[in-house]
């Protein structure tokens, strides 16, 4: 079983066992995981970068958890392949942003 | 090689060619992770239930993925085992909500 | 002394009673205007509409509060004035939105 | 007639006119205040903090114009005196960070 299939069937479980499928419709799940970002960036919230890669590492470990468990739930929610649909919008991707204009450039793709 | 090390190789290799990897310090990436997600919610706003249920999949296909693709270069970046983190996380939020207090309920843990 | 004024005194009080101009520079306050949005939208999280217009009132008043705290101050450190940027934001919805097409519909304007 | 209560009823009378205050529950408009608070975060993207006060002044504008309208709908939908309950907030975050302890330090309240 690869590592996403063996993750998103804990998290069923975990879900499942609390009988919480009921308040996993789409809008929310994607609620849940703007929330646990937030919860994410709030550990960085008002540090510059330096005092940021100093943050405590278990701490971004579970925010981030938070984050990826919400997303896979959602995933699986409407059967989506996760490694499929990256690999897709990688593709997509390179199209919005060629190495020619992009390499070493932050600037969102509707400025290049 | 597992799915989520398919994917991140995937997802480097496309910063690298860009020589992006200067802007992917750990509190740009948590913020590109909230941009993501609000996008993703962005799809459902103003709509009820329903009306979310048949929402563009395509769409959530993409906002979806450009969460996920900037939470597994952020797990990256720390050297974070996805699985185990996530899975870590589950362990803990099993004794948040105990299946006998949480189970059909949608209340934090704080408010069991 | 127009309300926004009185508050927004009230705001730069606080933060230099406390020293904190010195974190509050726009990306930060920005960041931390998106955190507090998060903690107003966890009041409703799993919640379908009915149960939204159930949640505590004096809650959403603080979560409220703190979003339009750190907008007031992004607002005052730019020197925006506040009303009439919102009534120009306004003024171009309008061309965004033209009654024709937007009345009774919740579509982005890109959609219309 | 207060600078808020003139911006509210311009907000109101826009609303209005496009028939969308059927749209306008508090979760939905909880969900549009976190949306429009991830489009002002984005104008700041992966720029370091010199970068950051170099963005452009209109989009601020413009991105905190609407956090502010929705934040000013929320309240308006609730009876909610904006100035009240900022201060109210203010006074309860003395106590949360007496200047004794918070004086030029960025930290939580929970970790002061």
């Known amino acids: 079983m690869s590592d996403i299939s063996e993750i998103t069937k804990a998290l ?8 919480w499928a009921q308040f996993h419709d789409s809008k929310n799940l994607a609620t849940a995981i703007s929330i646990e970002a937030a919860e994410l960036n ?14 405590d590492i278990q701490k971004i470990k579970e925010e981030l958890a938070d984050v990826l468990a919400f997303s ?5 929610k409407h059967g989506f392949d996760v490694k499929t649909i990256i690999l897709d ?12 204009k992009a390499k070493g450039v932050s600037k969102k793709y509707t400025d290049l």
């Open 12 to 19: 069923l479980k975990f879900r499942d066992e609390r009988d």
């Open 42 to 55: 709030e550990l960085f919230l008002w540090k510059d970068v330096k005092e940021s890669e100093k943050v």
């Open 72 to 76: 896979l739930l959602l995933a699986n």
């Open 89 to 100: 919008k990688i593709e997509e991707n390179r199209r919005k942003y060629p190495i020619s």
